[in-house]
C-alpha cells in the first residue's frame, strides 16, 4: 500500500523568512500525482500545490515551490516571504488512490 | 458559486441511532469521495466514486455505507453509529479522477456519545 510520511509534526517560521516542509512517499508506479493542501483554523481544505511525477520542472505557485526528487520519493514544500496567514496545518498527499501524510502543523511567529 | 456542501456542520448523537451526513455538489464532477481526519491520522478515505453508480471502498469503509445515485449527491451513512467513529468527516469532488485537484467540503464534526 501507497503511504506518505511527513516527518515533521510541527514547524514554526518567523514572518518573511523561507521555510521548507518535508514529504516522503512509497510507491512502485512510474506516473502519479502529488499535491500539499493546507488547513488554516477554519477546517477548510485548500490546495497549495499540484505536481505530476512525469514532469521534471518542479511545481510553483506564487510563494509556494516544490522539491520534487523522484528517484528519492521526495517532494518538499518551500514557502518563502511567509506570512501570518501561512499558519495552518499543511498535509501532503499522493495519488492514486489518494493517501495524505499525517500533517505538519506550521506557526508562524511576527 | 463552485462549492461542495455538507450537512449537518455540527452532530451530536448516541450509540446506535442511524444517521446521513449529506453532500452535494455544483461543478458536475465525477470524482466525489468521504474522508475522516482524527488527530495525529491525518485524512483517511472512507469511499469514493468515480460516477453515478459507481462506488468503491476507500482505506477505512468499516461502518459506513455510501451510496451515489445522482451525480451531484454523494451521502454517507451511519448505520449504526460508534464512538469510535468519532470524527471529523470531509466530503471532495473532483473532475474525472482523485489525480485533479480535490474541492472539499467544510467538513462536518460528528460525535458519537
Known amino acids: 500500500a501507497q503511504t506518505v510520511t511527513q516527518s515533521q509534526p510541527e514547524m514554526s517560521v518567523q514572518e518573511a523568512e523561507t521555510v521548507t516542509l518535508s514529504c516522503t512517499y512509497d510507491t512502485s508506479e512510474s506516473d502519479y500525482y502529488l499535491f500539499w493542501y493546507k488547513q488554516p483554523p477554519s477546517r477548510q481544505m485548500i490546495l497549495v500545490i499540484r505536481q505530476e511525477a512525469y514532469k521534471q520542472q518542479n511545481a510553483t505557485e506564487n510563494r509556494f515551490s516544490v522539491n520534487f526528487q523522484k528517484a528519492a520519493k521526495s517532494f518538499s514544500l518551500k514557502i518563502s516571504d511567509s506570512q501570518l496567514g501561512d499558519a495552518a496545518m499543511y498535509f501532503c498527499?499522493?495519488?492514486?488512490?489518494?493517501?495524505f501524510g499525517k500533517g505538519t502543523r506550521l506557526s508562524v511567529i511576527a | 458559486e463552485a462549492q461542495v456542501t455538507q450537512n449537518p456542520r455540527y452532530l451530536i448523537t448516541v450509540t446506535g441511532k442511524k444517521l446521513t451526513v449529506t453532500c452535494s455538489q455544483n461543478m458536475n464532477h465525477e470524482y466525489m469521495s468521504w474522508y475522516r481526519q482524527d488527530p495525529g491520522l491525518g485524512l483517511r478515505q472512507i469511499y469514493y466514486?468515480?460516477?453515478?453508480?459507481?462506488?468503491d471502498k476507500g482505506d477505512v469503509p468499516e461502518g459506513y455505507k455510501v451510496s451515489r445515485k445522482e451525480k451531484r449527491n454523494f451521502p454517507l451513512i451511519l448505520e449504526s453509529p460508534s464512538p469510535n467513529q468519532t470524527s471529523l468527516y470531509f466530503c471532495?469532488?473532483?473532475?474525472?479522477?482523485?489525480?485533479?485537484?480535490?474541492?472539499f467540503g467544510p467538513g462536518t464534526r460528528l460525535t458519537v456519545l
Open positions: 466514486s468515480m460516477n453515478v453508480e459507481v462506488t
Open positions: 471532495a469532488s473532483s473532475q474525472q479522477g482523485s489525480y485533479n485537484e480535490q474541492f
Open positions: 498527499a499522493y495519488n492514486t488512490p489518494l493517501v
